[in-house]
């Protein structure tokens, strides 16, 4: 499990004062479902593509995401690799003290997922967690860390990605429109996290999965994530 960043305000709990916008189906909507995915289907000209699984389907997504737009030839591999070489010794503190909570804990925590390469040893040099995190699920048979807060923000200041996430693991009461990372004059591209799998999102009409500025952005977007034109243009 993994934390999403911002405290929203739940736009469900607003909704005759929510935002209108010019949908792809031509019709004028304002938010007026609970469903979170209502408005971002087949229905209202988007779609999501599919992704690999097996711990590889945060940077599967942004590859497909962001593709030819980047002047690196993106790949799971490439982008594992720099969240390897970024993570450093405080990195690999945090995991220690982490796993060593998640022990000492009866209840499952957000963490116990450090449990196993602690015991195999993968933590007890930075070098042997480098090699683990370059580690790919579809290589290794789900045998890699999926990504987590670190990755994200890693791949989102590499990037310079504003990475738009749909939680639908999140508490009752919460906005599903969340971030997992900001970036200042960055692009966009939006992901669905449900039952612990990544997706982008994709236009129909235009096949895009990735926008340069707010203004570009599809406008069902722009209001479920309440993100002004003006924003860092």
């Not at 990605?161 to 900001?182: C, F, G």
């Amino acid at each position: 499990m993994v934390t999403l960043y911002g405290d929203y305000d739940s736009p469900f709990e607003t909704m005759k004062h929510a935002p209108e916008w010019q949908c792809a189906c031509g019709k004028h909507h304002r938010i007026e479902t609970r469903r979170a995915l209502a408005y971002l289907c087949r229905a209202h000209g988007m779609t999501w593509l599919k992704t690999t699984r097996l711990g590889d389907c945060f940077y599967d997504s942004v590859c497909k995401a962001v593709g030819d737009c980047y002047d690196e030839s993106l790949s799971v591999a490439w982008l594992r690799g720099h969240v390897a070489r970024r993570f450093g010794d405080s990195q690999l503190c945090h995991y220690r003290v982490m796993a060593a909570i998640a022990e000492s804990e009866f209840d499952e925590t957000e963490y116990d997922w450090l449990l196993p390469l602690a015991n195999a040893g993968v933590l007890s040099s930075l070098e042997k967690t480098r090699a683990y995190l370059r580690r790919e699920g579809t290589v290794y048979d789900g045998a890699c860390v999926w990504a987590d807060e670190f990755a994200f923000v890693v791949v989102g200041e590499l990037l310079k990605l504003n990475v738009l996430v749909v939680d639908m693991e999140r508490e009752r009461t919460a906005s599903p429109y969340r971030y997992l990372h900001r970036s200042s004059g960055g692009g966009y591209v939006v992901l669905k996290r449900q039952r612990l799998h990544f997706q982008p999102l994709v236009d129909l009409e235009t096949r895009r999965a990735y926008w340069r500025a707010p203004k570009e952005l599809p406008a069902v977007v722009r209001a479920l994530w309440n993100i002004p034109l003006g924003v860092d243009e």
